[in-house]
DNA sequence: CAGATATGTCAACATGGCTGACGTAAAATC
DNA sequence: GATTTTACGTCAGCCATGTTGACATATCTG
C-alpha cells in the first residue's frame, strides 16, 4: 500500500479546500466590520445603524421597503435603527410623490459625513486588498462571492450592485 | 468639454468598483449564515453555537482560550454558549495533561452528528460556488479574503486554516 | 366604496455581545 | 516554599439587535 501521505484522497482534499474557503469567509468579516463598528460605537450607533446608512447613501430615495428587503430583517427592527437615525439628524423621510404613502430614505448632510467617515476605512481596507491579489483575483472574489448569495437573489444582487 | 458619460474617470470607477465588492460580501455573508441559522436553531441554538462547534470539530483538544482568540469574544460570552452545549451533550471538556488548568474541548458524537449536518449545507452552498466560477477564481476569493483580514492576524490565519 | 398596501407603533421576548467583580486550582517564579 | 501569574469559571447587570403578534393610519387601486 502506498504511503498515506502521498496517496492522494481528492474527497478529503475537496473538504479541507471547502473548509478553508468557510473560515476565510469567516475571519475576513470579522474584520471586515470590526473597523466600521468601532467607529459607529462613538456616535452611540451599532451594524445595524451602519447598514442603513450603507444604503440609504448607495440608493438616495429608497423606500423603506426596499431597506427592509437588502436587510432582511422585520420592519420593528429597521423602525427602531431608522427612528433613532432620523430623532439624531442623519437620515430624513420625505413623502413619495407618486405615492404618498412611502417615505423616501435620505442622508442629511450630516448623514453623509458619518457614510463618509466609515465607508472611507472600509473602501481602503478592500482596495489594498485587491491592490495586494491583482485585477484577476479581484473578478475570481466578485464571482465567487456572487456564487455564494440564494440563487434566487443573485439576479436582484447583480442589478442592484450595478445599476447608479 | 466631453460628454460626461463618455469621459472616463478612474477615480469615480475606482470607488465604485470598491463599493460592489463590500456590497457582495454583505450579501453572501447574509446567505451564508442564513442556512446554518435556520438548522441550529430547531435545536435552540444559535450562530454562536455554531462558530464554538465549528472550531472544536475542526481542532479537537483546543483550548478555552484559543478558542476566545479565534472568536474575538469575551470569556463570558463564550461560557455561556460554551456551558450549554456541554449540559446538552454536544460538547465534553478534559483536563490538559500538561497544564491541568486548561479544560480542553472536544465534540461528543452528538456533537460531531450536528456539526456534520450543518456544515454538509455550508459546504454544499460553497462547492457550488467554487464549481461555477473555476480554479482559478477560487485562488482569487481566497487571496483577496486573505487580504481583508488584519495585517497582525494574517499569518496565525493561515497557518490555522492549513494545518491539520 | 372596499380592500390592499406602505408604513408606523406598542409590547414582550430571545440571543449574544459587553463590563466588573470575585473565586479556584494549578503553574511558574522568586 | 511562599508568592504571583495564569487558565478558567461564575454571578450580576446592561445594551444592541433580532423576533412575533396585534393594531392604527393614510393612501392607493379596482
Same mark, same amino acid.
Given at each position: 500500500?502506498?504511503?498515506?501521505?502521498?496517496?492522494? !484522497?481528492?474527497?478529503?482534499?475537496?473538504?479541507?479546500?471547502?473548509?478553508?474557503?468557510?473560515?476565510?469567509?469567516? =475571519?475576513? =468579516?470579522?474584520?471586515?466590520?470590526?473597523?466600521?463598528?468601532?467607529?459607529?460605537?462613538?456616535?452611540?450607533?451599532?451594524?445595524?445603524?451602519?447598514?442603513?446608512?450603507?444604503?440609504? !447613501?448607495?440608493?438616495?430615495?429608497?423606500?423603506?421597503?426596499?431597506?427592509?428587503?437588502?436587510?432582511?430583517?422585520?420592519?420593528?427592527?429597521?423602525?427602531?435603527?431608522?427612528?433613532?437615525?432620523?430623532?439624531?439628524?442623519?437620515?430624513?423621510?420625505?413623502?413619495?410623490? &407618486?405615492?404618498?404613502?412611502? &417615505?423616501?430614505?435620505?442622508?442629511?448632510?450630516?448623514?453623509?459625513?458619518?457614510?463618509?467617515?466609515?465607508?472611507?476605512?472600509? &473602501?481602503?481596507?478592500?482596495?489594498?486588498?485587491?491592490?495586494?491579489?491583482?485585477?484577476?483575483?479581484?473578478?475570481?472574489?466578485?464571482?465567487?462571492?456572487?456564487?455564494?448569495?440564494?440563487?434566487?437573489?443573485?439576479?436582484?444582487?447583480?442589478?442592484?450592485?450595478? !445599476?447608479?
Amino acid at each position: 500500500m502506498a504511503d498515506v501521505k502521498s496517496s492522494i !484522497n481528492p474527497l478529503f482534499l475537496r473538504e479541507e479546500e471547502l473548509r478553508q474557503g468557510i473560515e476565510l469567509l469567516f =475571519y475576513a =468579516y470579522r474584520d471586515f466590520t470590526g473597523e466600521p463598528d468601532s467607529i459607529l460605537a462613538e456616535y452611540g450607533f451599532g451594524r445595524a445603524h451602519h447598514r442603513a446608512i450603507h444604503f440609504i !447613501n448607495r440608493d438616495p430615495g429608497m423606500t423603506v421597503a426596499a431597506l427592509l428587503t437588502i436587510l432582511r430583517i422585520t420592519k420593528q427592527s429597521l423602525s427602531r435603527v431608522l427612528s433613532q437615525l432620523v430623532e439624531e439628524g442623519y437620515v430624513e423621510q420625505k413623502k413619495g410623490v &407618486r405615492d404618498r404613502r412611502q &417615505r423616501l430614505l435620505y442622508l442629511t448632510e450630516k448623514g453623509r459625513e458619518l457614510e463618509r467617515r466609515v465607508s472611507e476605512k472600509q &473602501r481602503a481596507r478592500v482596495a489594498k486588498a485587491y491592490q495586494e491579489a491583482g485585477a484577476e483575483a479581484v473578478e475570481g472574489y466578485r464571482k465567487v462571492l456572487l456564487g455564494l448569495i440564494d440563487e434566487t437573489d443573485r439576479a436582484t444582487v447583480l442589478k442592484s450592485i450595478q !445599476n447608479r
